[in-house]
């Protein structure tokens, strides 16, 4: 399954974006799917994740209240609706998956990544 990432860019502090990850091939049984990102010279770390149902979401404490992570099977597709943006957002998103039910933490346990999408927030 391949991923593709599109929707970054610059945004100024306070902006929005919405980032999108399309799946190549249909996602149903991506159950657990979620947004990395990895700032220069930091660790990767999980801002969201969501599993299929649609019902059981992740957020990192510092994204919490101002992004929101959404699926649409039908479209294969995973969404990231990140609002009141700050400079410390600013990274590579990346997009991920695997089959199963499992804890969204363990980022070595994925089987596929997109490419990334930069995404840039100037004060």
């Known amino acids: 399954v391949q991923l593709v990432e599109s929707g970054g860019g610059l945004v100024q502090a306070g902006g929005s974006l919405r980032l999108s990850c399309v799946g190549l091939?249909?996602?149903?049984?991506?159950?657990?799917m979620a947004w990395y990102r990895q700032a220069p010279g930091k660790q990767r770390e999980l801002v969201a994740s969501i599993y299929t149902d649609d019902d059981i979401r992740n957020y990192a404490d510092s994204v919490k209240g101002r992004f929101t992570v959404s699926r649409d099977n039908a479209k294969r597709t995973m969404y990231l609706q990140m609002n009141s943006l700050n400079p410390d957002a600013t990274a590579v998103y990346y997009c991920c998956a695997r089959g199963g039910y499992y804890s969204p933490y363990d980022v070595a346990a994925y089987d596929y990544w997109g490419q990334g999408t930069q995404v840039t927030v100037s004060s």
């Open positions: 091939r249909n996602i149903l049984n991506l159950n657990t």
